[in-house]
């Protein structure tokens, strides 16, 4: 950053603000996680001053030899890492990726059946403010009342009398094991298109530690910058049936000229996703998760489901006397950063909320283990039961500190 330092000390003054906030606090947000500075030099390389609209070999502009041999590379990359028949680099991030979904399998107006938002689906699973939920007709499923957990018999009960187009399975906060082998029977017996949307859990896949939905599913989609651990953006992989449909609806259908320094730093994310180490890293997430849980759960808290699967857990703070929201402040000012959720059922809104979302995947690229995660769990529960108490509150913040500096972030980025 040091030619933004020389030319603009009020943007440097701020970038290196969010670099010291990065590396002395706790990212404990499910969906980020910090990327390698292979990642970083590709998305600030010369890739980004190029114009090509179009496919590798079937570009609008001249000059794109080297471009194609890019996308090519992250394209065949991202088929292997996931082994599917087909992918689309392109799309600038994860709603445009769903869009695309949509836009290749669906009229306007057509029907897509996707989890609850308030249990865990994401806004363009249908939400009225989204465009899935002004263009499409939704039909939304719950997670059951008592174990909080996808019951695949409802499931299948109401897609069979709402025999709707699509059914989306794959969510931003649910804590548990997703059967995707369900979902495709469901799918097939009612006629209805199957997409995933794995974009939290895509790097446990790549890793082996989650399942893998490409064999059940016709369309995939996911972010790249999640627990895949790459540039912010997305890919959508597809069968054979859907390949040429999905590569229309994202150009020329939704977008411009593609982002060529993302997509190569895409082809770098899916090459370390590859690596034997990546594996490891996605099993220890896992276990991170499962390890703060036992921890949180012997601090008197309330987990929805009970535990954890992957790489995040819900808590319900409802026995707590505190707010999702007041949570998130009071953690805030302890330096650790999560984000207040709803809970299933919630009676809260969702700018209250009876939750908060907490995940593993930042914490573990840092090289925290198990010991961390029960050290976090005493931080949180201190902090939550004095929330009002702003020595406290600084205290812990100092041990945060402590914790953080013994687990160095970009330290090759200098002061
Ligand atoms: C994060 C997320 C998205 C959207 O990604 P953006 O890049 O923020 O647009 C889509 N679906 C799910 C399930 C997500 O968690």
């Known amino acids: 950053m040091s030619y933004i330092s020389s030319l603009d000390p009020q943007l440097y003054a701020s970038m290196s603000a969010e670099l010291l906030r990065q590396r002395t606090g706790l990212e404990m947000i499910p969906s980020e996680n910090f990327c390698s500075l292979a990642v970083m030099e590709a998305q600030g390389s010369v890739l980004t001053n190029k ?50 979904a949509y836009f290749a399998a669906l009229e306007p107006g057509q029907s897509i059946m996707g989890l609850n938002l308030s249990h865990g689906g994401h806004l363009t699973h249908g939400s009225p403010v989204n465009f899935s939920g002004k263009w499409y007709k939704i039909i939304p499923y719950n997670v059951d009342k008592e174990t909080q957990l996808l019951d695949y018999d409802a499931i299948k009960k109401l ?139 012997s601090q008197g808290f309330d987990l929805v489901s009970g535990g954890t699967d992957n790489h995040l857990l819900l808590v319900d703070l409802t026995k707590k006397g505190i707010t999702g929201k007041e949570a998130q402040l009071a953690l805030d000012e302890a ?49 939550i039961a004095g929330k009002e108490d702003d020595t406290l509150k600084a205290k812990i913040r100092n041990e945060v500190r402590e914790l953080a500096s013994k687990f160095p972030l970009y330290p090759e980025l200098g002061e």
């Open 51 to 100: 114009y090509s609209e179009g496919y590798p070999g079937k570009r609008y502009y001249g000059g794109n030899e080297f471009i194609d041999q890019v996308e090519t590379l992250a394209i065949e990359r991202a088929k292997k890492l996931f082994g599917s028949f087909a992918a689309n680099v392109q799309p600038h991030a994860g709603s445009q990726a769903n869009m695309a």
């Open 335 to 383: 330096g650790i950063t999560v984000n207040k959720n709803t809970i299933p059922y919630d009676t809260q809104s969702p700018f209250i909320t009876s939750g908060i979302r907490i995940g593993t995947p930042a914490l573990t690229t840092r090289g925290m283990g198990k010991g961390e995660m029960k050290e976090i769990a005493g931080f949180m529960a201190k902090v």
């Open 159 to 297: 897609a069979m009398e709402q025999k709707p187009n699509l059914i989306l399975t794959g969510y931003t906060a649910y804590p548990r094991t997703i059967n995707f082998g369900a979902f495709r029977e469901i799918a097939d017996a009612c006629g209805a298109v199957l997409m995933t949307d794995m974009a939290h859990i895509a790097g446990l896949i790549a890793g082996g530690a989650h399942p893998n939905p490409i064999p059940f599913s016709d369309i995939v989609t996911s972010t790249t910058h999640k627990t895949l651990r790459g540039p912010r953006g997305a890919i959508v992989l597809s069968t054979e049936a859907f390949a040429q449909k999905i590569d229309k609806a994202v150009f020329p259908g939704l977008q411009g000229g593609p982002f060529d320094h993302a997509i190569a730093a895409k082809a770098v994310c899916f090459h370390e996703a590859m690596q034997p180490e990546f594996s490891t890293y996605a099993h220890a997430i896992v276990e991170n998760a499962k390890a703060l849980a036992e921890a949180l759960l």
